[in-house]
């Protein structure tokens, strides 16, 4: 090596080391900064003063869910450059810990919703977060409600409300469920695309738009089966806690064109004639109604009258528990499942079957709660993460599964070795099957005269190739792994749930089952939420009420990673305001394609074979 070589390294070395050295100390910075601030946390109990109003804000922004979701800081830029990413999200344990917080606080007498900027979020955590909202209200207290319009999820709060308020503008959206998907097989074959599929079951409709039109009979036979089941528990919920009729907002629904018509157009007067809403009313005036009942706050942060911040409260009363030694771990499972390793909002198999590990092996921990809110995703990463939780089922650790807003293919996979699967009646669950998915584009090529061409020594040496295609060697090879990979998967349900392996095939081929038909069909053992697994976990255990403390073993965050994400998000916007395409119509085509191609860059299974319930995701309003 040349002198000039070395005096090029090494200046290279040096720049490098330089760099890593700043990023090092920056990071130190960051987590002392962080580090002061959660202490600071633990003793600010005492800055949080509940208004004299007894009155609680809650405007929650964005989609209730299990975990806050992380994201790379190029997807966060290029998200927020879209107009979409992440944005907001509210903890849906924060939520619950907070209603029944205020349930018990003499000092809390009423609740104030706004639900303008509320995401919506999965059925399961819907029905949670009203039950809650009734205790509060059974407690003798009082929810005020107010909405420019209300969404489907929006209303289904806003019923369970002791006054429900309406903008004389605005509406109230509840025209039950509906799945409708974007088919590509035409555009395809103009493009001389080949879509290469390998799956099993009847039902297992996740690659459907690449190989059809329209929506198969039997997908459209289980998504009336599952939905109905859903519809049917929104319209009970609602019209008890709103003393409506039996089949009111079905009528309301179907008939929603003549009533309209019949109201002269106005939306919200059909609304409160239906008996959805107590009054409709423009925002001063509203705002007049709360300062006169409540006090007027002219402060720069107020809303006009006296009040707190519902999230502030329950910081403010967030308990840590240090005593006692014996615990209950929580593991929560949210997002797709990848091979490797995952941030938050996704499973990664490498990551989660170390948390896994790291609770098997704590001597103190008597028993694994694995909360799952999952569609699947990476069978190979599932298999990884069901290994490890049977392992601590073998060496004596109690595992129960929750089953949150979705907990479907690979979801249910993960579940298997638990002692208890516990689920609510609208969870999403079941689609047992698996699947391969290669999009080749050798024709599409060879249009413009491209070709791929060489040797192999064996049949099956020349391996699938998106410029070569698939030959009929690994046409065979794919199809029998993916059968394989099926029988496996019944295999493992069959063990655990004490089946046959055709009791199991009877209720898998891909379907998908509500929390309640999958426990009618003895893929469940409870009904219930999250309080009641832990309970049962407790109980497996051998546990008395204030014998155990519950934690929660997650990966930290790489600070530095956090500043970076923060940052692409805010520079894109500090660039691009709420994003190139603004708000509306285009940029919810622009986020809905984002998705679409997150999911797909999700698919890194080594083997190349799926348990993911792709439909699922429809499920959340």
Same mark, same amino acid.
């Given at each position: 090596m040349s002198s000039d070589e070395n005096i090029v390294a090494r200046i290279w070395r040096y720049i490098g080391a330089f760099q890593h050295g700043i990023l090092r100390l920056f990071g130190i910075f960051l987590i002392l900064f962080l580090l002061i601030a959660f202490i600071g946390s633990l003793f600010s109990n005492d800055d949080f003063d509940m208004a004299d109003s007894g009155v609680l804000i809650f405007a929650p922004e964005g989609p209730i869910v299990e975990e806050p979701t992380t994201i790379s800081p190029n997807d966060a830029f290029t998200a927020s450059l879209l107009g979409?990413?992440?944005?907001?999200?509210?903890?849906?344990?924060?939520?619950?810990?907070?209603?029944?917080?205020?349930?018990?606080?003499?000092?809390?007498?009423?609740?104030?919703?706004?639900?303008?900027?509320?995401?919506?979020?999965?059925?399961?955590?819907?029905?949670?977060?009203?039950?809650?909202?009734?205790?509060?209200?059974?407690?003798?207290?009082?929810?005020?409600?107010?909405?420019?319009?209300?969404?489907?999820?929006?209303?289904?709060?806003?019923?369970?409300?002791?006054?429900?308020?309406?903008?004389?503008?605005?509406?109230?959206?509840?025209?039950?469920?509906?799945?409708?998907?974007?088919?590509?097989?035409?555009?395809?074959?103009?493009?001389?695309?080949?879509?290469?599929?390998?799956?099993?079951?009847?039902?297992?409709?996740?690659?459907?738009?690449?190989?059809?039109?329209?929506?198969?009979?039997?997908?459209?036979?289980?998504?009336?089966?599952?939905?109905?089941?859903?519809?049917? $528990? =929104?319209? #009970?919920?609602? +019209?008890?806690?709103? /003393?409506?009729? %039996? &089949?009111?907002?079905?009528?309301?629904?179907?008939?929603?064109?003549?009533?309209?018509?019949?109201?002269?157009?106005?939306?919200?007067?059909?609304?409160?004639?239906?008996?959805?809403?107590?009054?409709?009313?423009?925002?001063? $005036? =509203?705002? #007049?109604?709360? +300062?006169?009942?409540? /006090?007027?706050? %002219? &402060?720069?942060?107020?809303?006009?009258?006296?009040?707190?911040?519902?999230?502030?409260?329950?910081?403010?009363?967030?308990?840590?528990?240090?005593?006692?030694?014996?615990?209950?771990?929580?593991?929560?499972?949210?997002?797709?499942i990848v091979d490797g390793n995952g941030d938050g909002g996704v499973i990664g198999g490498d990551q989660h079957a170390e948390l896994i590990r790291r609770a098997r092996l704590d001597d103190d921990v008597r028993a694994i709660v694995l909360r799952i809110d999952s569609g699947g995703g990476s069978a190979f990463a599932s298999e990884l993460i069901r290994e490890e939780l049977e392992m601590a089922r073998l060496e004596g650790k109690i595992v129960i599964a929750s089953m949150g807003g979705v907990a479907a293919s690979g979801g249910y996979w993960i579940a298997t070795p638990a002692h208890e699967i516990w689920a609510e009646p609208t969870t999403i669950t079941g689609s047992i099957g698996i699947f391969g998915f290669i999009p080749t584009f050798e024709d599409s090529l060879a249009e413009i005269g491209v070709y791929e061409d060489g040797i192999a020594l064996t049949e099956t040496a020349r391996q699938p190739s998106p410029t070569g295609g698939v030959t009929d060697e690994w046409d065979i090879i794919l199809q029998s792994s993916i059968e394989n990979g099926y029988e496996r998967f019944l295999s493992i349900v069959a063990e655990s749930r004490n089946m046959t392996r055709d009791q199991v095939d009877a209720v898998a081929q891909g379907r998908i089952w509500t929390g309640q038909q999958a426990y009618d069909r003895g893929l469940v053992d409870q009904i219930g939420g999250y309080d009641e697994a832990i309970a049962a976990a407790a109980a497996r255990a051998g546990l008395e009420e204030g014998d155990y403390r519950v934690i929660e073993f997650r990966d930290e965050v790489d600070p530095f990673h956090q500043f970076l994400e923060m940052f692409g998000s805010s520079a894109s916007t500090a660039l691009f305001g709420e994003g190139l395409l603004g708000t509306g119509l285009l940029a919810d085509m622009a986020s809905d394609v984002q998705d679409e191609i997150e999911t797909i860059n999700m698919m890194n299974d080594p083997n190349g074979v799926y348990a993911t319930c792709f439909e699922c995701s429809a499920y959340r309003q």
């Amino acid at each position: 090596m040349s002198s000039d070589e070395n005096i090029v390294a090494r200046i290279w070395r040096y720049i490098g080391a330089f760099q890593h050295g700043i990023l090092r100390l920056f990071g130190i910075f960051l987590i002392l900064f962080l580090l002061i601030a959660f202490i600071g946390s633990l003793f600010s109990n005492d800055d949080f003063d509940m208004a004299d109003s007894g009155v609680l804000i809650f405007a929650p922004e964005g989609p209730i869910v299990e975990e806050p979701t992380t994201i790379s800081p190029n997807d966060a830029f290029t998200a927020s450059l879209l107009g979409g990413g992440p944005g907001s999200e509210v903890l849906l344990s924060d939520v619950v810990e907070g209603l029944r917080h205020a349930t018990e606080d003499d000092d809390v007498t009423t609740i104030v919703m706004n639900l303008e900027r509320f995401g919506g979020g999965y059925p399961a955590a819907l029905h949670q977060v009203a039950h809650e909202m009734d205790a509060f209200r059974e407690a003798g207290k009082e929810i005020i409600v107010y909405g420019d319009n209300y969404s489907m999820s929006g209303y289904f709060l806003a019923a369970h409300a002791s006054q429900v308020y309406l903008h004389d503008m605005g509406g109230a959206s509840v025209n039950g469920y509906a799945v409708y998907r974007t088919f590509f097989r035409s555009l395809l074959e103009r493009l001389h695309v080949t879509v290469n599929v390998y799956r099993v079951g009847t039902f297992k409709s996740a690659l459907e738009p690449y190989l059809g039109d329209g929506m198969s009979e039997p997908a459209a036979e289980a998504n009336r089966y599952v939905f109905g089941d859903i519809w049917n $528990a =929104y319209q #009970d919920s609602v +019209e008890a806690a709103r /003393g409506l009729s %039996d &089949g009111a907002l079905q009528d309301y629904a179907d008939q929603f064109p003549e009533l309209l018509v019949a109201n002269g157009g106005d939306t919200a007067a059909v609304a409160q004639n239906q008996g959805l809403v107590d009054e409709v009313i423009g925002r001063g $005036a =509203y705002r #007049d109604l709360l +300062e006169e009942r409540f /006090g007027r706050d %002219d &402060g720069e942060d107020s809303l006009g009258f006296v009040a707190s911040d519902f999230f502030d409260y329950v910081e403010a009363n967030r308990e840590f528990d240090l005593l006692p030694s014996d615990k209950i771990v929580v593991i929560k499972a949210v997002g797709g499942i990848v091979d490797g390793n995952g941030d938050g909002g996704v499973i990664g198999g490498d990551q989660h079957a170390e948390l896994i590990r790291r609770a098997r092996l704590d001597d103190d921990v008597r028993a694994i709660v694995l909360r799952i809110d999952s569609g699947g995703g990476s069978a190979f990463a599932s298999e990884l993460i069901r290994e490890e939780l049977e392992m601590a089922r073998l060496e004596g650790k109690i595992v129960i599964a929750s089953m949150g807003g979705v907990a479907a293919s690979g979801g249910y996979w993960i579940a298997t070795p638990a002692h208890e699967i516990w689920a609510e009646p609208t969870t999403i669950t079941g689609s047992i099957g698996i699947f391969g998915f290669i999009p080749t584009f050798e024709d599409s090529l060879a249009e413009i005269g491209v070709y791929e061409d060489g040797i192999a020594l064996t049949e099956t040496a020349r391996q699938p190739s998106p410029t070569g295609g698939v030959t009929d060697e690994w046409d065979i090879i794919l199809q029998s792994s993916i059968e394989n990979g099926y029988e496996r998967f019944l295999s493992i349900v069959a063990e655990s749930r004490n089946m046959t392996r055709d009791q199991v095939d009877a209720v898998a081929q891909g379907r998908i089952w509500t929390g309640q038909q999958a426990y009618d069909r003895g893929l469940v053992d409870q009904i219930g939420g999250y309080d009641e697994a832990i309970a049962a976990a407790a109980a497996r255990a051998g546990l008395e009420e204030g014998d155990y403390r519950v934690i929660e073993f997650r990966d930290e965050v790489d600070p530095f990673h956090q500043f970076l994400e923060m940052f692409g998000s805010s520079a894109s916007t500090a660039l691009f305001g709420e994003g190139l395409l603004g708000t509306g119509l285009l940029a919810d085509m622009a986020s809905d394609v984002q998705d679409e191609i997150e999911t797909i860059n999700m698919m890194n299974d080594p083997n190349g074979v799926y348990a993911t319930c792709f439909e699922c995701s429809a499920y959340r309003q």
